[in-house]
C-alpha cells in the first residue's frame, strides 16, 4: 500500500538550532516528492518538488533531498518565522495528476 | 500569475443539509482536484477533473461530487452532510503532470 511517513511528529528548535525533519514512503514508481508549508487555517504552501535521488533543492534556510526510500527537509540557522507544519506528499505513476498522498505533517515550532 | 481562490472561506452546516463550494484555479492551469483535510491530518485525495471531466477518484462516497466549468473553475458538492464532514476543503490546481501542484487556502466547513 502506499503511504507516507512524517518525523518526528513535533519539533521544537530554539532560533539558530539546525535540524531536519524526515519523510519516508513506499510508493510504486515514484513521480514526484512534494515539500510544503502549512500554516494555521491557511492551506499548504507549494515549497519542492524533486523527482529523481540524489537530487537537491534549496530555497532561503530550506533545502531538500531525496533518496529512493526518503526525503529531507533540512532548516539552516531557522527564525520564528519559519514555524509552520511541514508536509510531504508523493505522486505516483498511474495515479491522477493531482492525486498525492500525504503524511500527517511536522510541527515546527521555533523560539526566539 | 494569480493563485488558486476559494470560496466562501467560513461555513455553518446542519447534518443532512447539502453544500458548494468553489474554486478559481490558477490562470492556466487545466487539471483541478479536491482534497479534505481533518483536523491534524494530511489533506486526503477527494478527485481530480481534467477537461471538465472526473478522471481520477479517491475513497469517498458519490455523495461528494464535482463539476469543472470551461474557464477551469470549479466546484464541490457535498450532499446529505454528516457531521464527520468537518473539515478545512482544499482546492488544488497544476499545469500537468509533471508539474507542482498549487493549494488554495481553503473553506472551513462545519456540520452540526
Known amino acids: 500500500e502506499d503511504q507516507v511517513t512524517q518525523s518526528p511528529e513535533a519539533l521544537r528548535l530554539q532560533e539558530g538550532e539546525s535540524s531536519s525533519l524526515n519523510c519516508s514512503y513506499t510508493?510504486?514508481?515514484?513521480?514526484?516528492l512534494f515539500w510544503y508549508r502549512q500554516d494555521p487555517g491557511k492551506g499548504p504552501e507549494f515549497l519542492f518538488t524533486?523527482?529523481?535521488a540524489g537530487e537537491e533543492k534549496e530555497k532561503e534556510r530550506l533545502k531538500a533531498t531525496l533518496t529512493k526510500k526518503e526525503s529531507f527537509l533540512h532548516i539552516t540557522a531557522p527564525k520564528p518565522e519559519d514555524s509552520a507544519t511541514y508536509l510531504c506528499?508523493?505522486?505516483?505513476?498511474?495515479?491522477?495528476?493531482?492525486?498525492?498522498?500525504f503524511g500527517t505533517g511536522t510541527l515546527l515550532a521555533v523560539q526566539p | 500569475e494569480t493563485g488558486v481562490t476559494q470560496s466562501p472561506t467560513h461555513l455553518i452546516k446542519t447534518r443532512g443539509q447539502q453544500v458548494t463550494l468553489r474554486c478559481s484555479s490558477q490562470?492556466?492551469?487545466?487539471?483541478v482536484s479536491w482534497y479534505q483535510q481533518a483536523l491534524g491530518q494530511g489533506p486526503q485525495f477527494i478527485f481530480q477533473?481534467?477537461?471538465?471531466?472526473?478522471?481520477g477518484r479517491g475513497n469517498f462516497p458519490p455523495r461528494f461530487s464535482g463539476l469543472q466549468f470551461p474557464n477551469y473553475s470549479s466546484e464541490l458538492n457535498v450532499n446529505a452532510l454528516e457531521l464527520d464532514d468537518s473539515a478545512l476543503y482544499l482546492c488544488?490546481?497544476?499545469?500537468?503532470?509533471?508539474?507542482?501542484?498549487?493549494f488554495g487556502n481553503g473553506t472551513r466547513l462545519t456540520v452540526t
Open positions: 488544488a490546481s497544476s499545469l500537468d503532470r509533471d508539474r507542482g501542484v498549487h
Open positions: 510508493v510504486s514508481g515514484l513521480r514526484g
Open positions: 524533486l523527482y529523481s
Open positions: 506528499a508523493v505522486r505516483f505513476y498511474g495515479g491522477a495528476t493531482n492525486k498525492l498522498i
Open positions: 490562470s492556466g492551469h487545466n487539471t
Open positions: 477533473y481534467y477537461r471538465e471531466e472526473e478522471n
